[in-house]
């Protein structure tokens, strides 16, 4: 069973960082592509961030780029997303999705997502 | 880029069939078939529904179909169920650079 289970979320200061974790089961990790996408309360869904199999493509999302930082570890089939200078506007659920593959070739939608980590940012 | 714009409520009686709508932009939408559906019910992580316009995963009810005509893409629920409440939420490939863009969001009410 694929299983997605993220960790690491919390109350935090404006201006202070934080590291999310994701720990996949179930897959063989290293085939796939992974992402991030946080909804804020009450909010629609937000795609984030994109990091290939091998991380060698990395992408951001604009209103994230210089913040954030995606990386993954095949290893421990551990997928990050590193949060730094946390601003009000971060406080979200953080999902972190799987995405599709069909015969080894990337697909362009979330077949499996996490149950998401709250972090909320306030002074 | 923006997000896909839905309604903010649809609803339906049980039995009834309701369509969502998500309007996009020839730089998402209307030039890839890279749509996708997710159901979220709440407190819960959102679920895909449909990929690729039309395409059903395994065991995601026939009662949910995809279709897409210009820039709007649509999601058919068929005989309504109780279950179906929820909320729904559109996405779309959009390019290399910012692969993906959600709509806002439709809230299924059954009545």
């Known amino acids: 069973e694929v299983q997605l289970v993220e960790s690491g979320g919390g109350l935090l200061q404006p201006g202070g960082s934080l590291r999310l974790s994701c720990a996949a089961s179930?897959?063989?990790?290293?085939?796939?592509?992974m992402n991030w996408v946080r909804q804020a309360p009450g909010k629609g869904l937000e795609w984030l961030s994109y990091?290939?199999?091998?991380?060698?493509?990395?992408l951001y999302a604009d209103s994230v780029k210089g913040r954030f930082t995606i990386s993954r570890d095949n290893a421990k089939n551990s997928l990050y997303l590193q949060i730094n200078s946390l601003r009000d506007e971060d406080t979200a659920v953080y999902y972190c999705?799987?995405?599709?593959?069909?015969?080894?070739?990337?697909?362009?939608?979330?077949?499996?997502w996490g149950q998401g980590t709250l972090v909320t940012v306030s002074s | 880029q923006s997000a896909l714009t839905q309604p903010a409520s649809v609803s339906g009686s049980p039995g009834q069939s309701i369509t969502i709508s998500c309007t996009g932009t020839?730089?998402?939408?209307?030039?890839?078939?890279?749509v996708s559906w997710y159901q979220q019910h709440p407190g819960k992580a959102p679920k895909l529904m449909i990929y690729?316009?039309?395409k059903r995963p395994s065991g995601v009810s026939s009662r949910f179909s995809g279709s897409k005509s210009g820039n709007t893409a649509s999601l058919t629920i068929s005989g309504l169920q109780a279950e179906d409440e929820a909320e729904y939420y559109c996405?779309?490939?959009?390019?290399?650079?910012?692969?993906?863009?959600f709509g806002s969001g439709t809230k299924v009410t059954v009545l």
């Open positions: 996405c779309s490939y959009a390019g290399s650079s910012t692969p993906y863009v």
């Open positions: 020839s730089s998402d939408v209307g030039i890839y078939k890279f």
């Open positions: 179930g897959f063989t990790f290293n085939y796939y592509s």
């Open positions: 990091i290939s199999s091998d991380s060698s493509s990395i």
């Open positions: 690729e316009i039309t």
């Open positions: 999705a799987r995405q599709g593959l069909w015969f080894g070739e990337p697909k362009y939608y979330f077949d499996y």
